[in-house]
């Protein structure tokens, strides 16, 4: 019986490749919206980041979800994002 590839997808701010279960999508819908994408099927341009709190203030204090996502990214998305890694 064949194993089963596992998809893996690279954080945009550690640069570590991890199963894409690991990870959490950032996405930017063509109207310019950023959300959370709890799915990984969301239609947009997607960053992925690890589901870690120092990552997090990394990416915020550095702005690389910004960069990434070509727009300007609210601090209540970074806290809604904050929450889910506490879960």
Known sequence: MKNRRIPLRTCVVTKEQFPKQELLRIVRDKDGNVTVDETGKANGRGAYIKKDLEVLEKAKKTKILERKLECTIEE????????????
Do not use: A, F, T
């Open 76 to 87: 209540s998305l970074y806290e809604e994002i904050k929450n889910i890694i506490e879960k």
